[in-house]
């Protein structure tokens, strides 16, 4: 399972530039607001969520959206959805409450969850994630993230969902 360094090791393997910014502990998008206030780009709120069946998905929005989880089960054509367990989060993403990432999805060897990354991020020139830790922050080109997501053998599913 990746941890931070392993992460950031295989970016610049797979030759994707980033900028890594540390920081204290962030759990909220506000917290998170307050320490970087000026710097630009889309920051993501990360959901991960289940429905009844157990199906998973990793919702990516921009930090500044309303996450109502009844309509973005409509959009993804689910039903209810409810956020999932410390346990789930450790066992699927391999990230604790607060550090859940779009850049997770490298430790879903069993593809288990479904990402889905709201268009309004990927108009953003950059892309500020944390790199599996909420004490750090990585800002990555869209083109980039793409390319790991790839990697990461997963689908990107970019659409409307807030």
């Not at 709120?45 to 289940?50: A, I």
């Not at 450790?90 to 479904?114: F, H, K, R, W, Y």
């Not at 922050?137 to 790839?150: E, G, H, L, N, Q």
Request: net charge negative.
């Amino acid at each position: 399972m990746y941890n931070e360094q392993s992460l950031l090791e295989k970016l610049t393997g797979l030759g994707i530039q980033y900028d890594y910014l540390s920081h204290p502990a962030v759990f909220t998008s506000e917290q998170a607001n307050a320490v970087f206030p000026d710097l630009r780009g889309a920051h993501c709120k990360n959901l991960f969520v289940r429905d009844r069946t157990g199906k998973k998905w990793l919702l990516v929005v921009l930090d500044d959206r309303r996450a109502d989880l009844r309509a973005m089960a409509e959009k993804i054509g689910s039903n209810r959805l409810s956020f999932c367990s410390a346990p789930e989060m450790m066992e699927c993403l391999g990230v604790t409450p607060g550090s859940v990432t779009p850049l997770a999805v490298i430790n879903d060897t069993n593809n288990q969850v479904d990402l889905i990354v709201d268009a309004h991020i990927m108009n953003w020139d950059t892309i500020h994630c944390h790199p599996l830790v909420n004490t750090a922050t990585v800002s990555i080109v869209p083109a980039d993230f793409r390319k790991f997501i790839k990697y990461a053998n997963h689908d990107l599913k970019v659409m409307n969902i807030v």
